[in-house]
């Protein structure tokens, strides 16, 4: 390339330089500047160290055609009842094992198992979110009534989970169930 391009310079100086040297001493002048410019120019490529490309990041996850933006949009409709940072160690979880070279030819199974999850959570959730109030009390008294056999260990268990609002109900409706957890039996 180097060669091609002073090759290039060699000869349109050639070519006008005997133009140059007859003409006005301005003309002579700036093709001495461009001469100067040029031999600069490809002494400085020369000398310019060659750049080292590293490759992008995958766009996918290896041996899929998912991207993460993708999996985070999903994570974030599926799991709207999650804060913002629980939906982050979600992705950032799922991401970390996704990535994992160790997981091979499961990786796409994975994917679309998480999927499917994630999916019927959201619909779980938009048919719970359509029930009038009166159906959501019906649905607390049931949840009562089955709950209350429970060993007190997982009763507790129970309540945490309704307490930091991480099971896949309204909000309304998870105060309903955690009002009766919390009665005595």
């Given at each position: 390339?180097?060669?091609?391009?002073?090759?290039?310079?060699?000869?349109?100086?050639?070519?006008?330089?005997?133009?140059?040297?007859?003409?006005?001493?301005?003309?002579?002048?700036?093709?001495?500047?461009?001469?100067?410019?040029?031999?600069?120019?490809?002494?400085?490529?020369?000398?310019?160290?060659?750049?080292?490309?590293?490759?992008?990041?995958?766009?996918?996850?290896?041996?899929?055609?998912?991207?993460?933006?993708?999996?985070?949009?999903?994570?974030?409709?599926?799991?709207?009842?999650?804060?913002?940072?629980?939906?982050?160690?979600?992705?950032?979880?799922?991401n970390t094992l996704l990535l994992?070279?160790?997981?091979?030819?499961?990786?796409?199974?994975?994917?679309?198992?998480?999927?499917h999850k994630a999916l019927a959570?959201?619909?779980?959730?938009?048919?719970?979110?359509?029930?009038?109030?009166?159906?959501?009390?019906?649905?607390?008294?049931?949840?009562?009534?089955?709950?209350?056999?429970?060993?007190?260990?997982?009763?507790?268990?129970?309540?945490?989970?309704?307490?930091?609002?991480l099971l896949p109900v309204p909000?309304?409706?998870?105060?309903?169930?955690?009002?009766?957890?919390?009665?005595?039996?």
């Open positions: 390339m180097y060669r091609s391009i002073r090759r290039t310079v060699v000869l349109f100086f050639v070519a006008a330089w005997p133009l140059a040297a007859n003409a006005d001493p301005l003309i002579f002048f700036l093709m001495s500047a461009a001469k100067e410019i040029a031999v600069s120019a490809i002494a400085k490529a020369r000398a310019a160290p060659d750049v080292v490309r590293l490759p992008a990041p995958a766009a996918t996850y290896p041996g899929t055609t998912v991207e993460p933006a993708t999996l985070r949009r999903i994570i974030d409709d599926s799991f709207g009842y999650l804060s913002s940072s629980q939906r982050g160690e979600v992705f950032d979880s799922l994992d070279p160790k997981i091979g030819s499961g990786r796409a199974a994975l994917i679309e198992y998480f999927l959570v959201r619909a779980a959730q938009f048919e719970l979110g359509k029930l009038s109030y009166a159906q959501k009390e019906g649905l607390a008294r049931q949840f009562r009534q089955e709950t209350a056999d429970l060993p007190d260990e997982e009763r507790r268990q129970l309540q945490t989970l309704l307490e930091q609002q909000a309304d409706l998870n105060q309903m169930l955690l009002a009766q957890l919390q009665e005595p039996r």
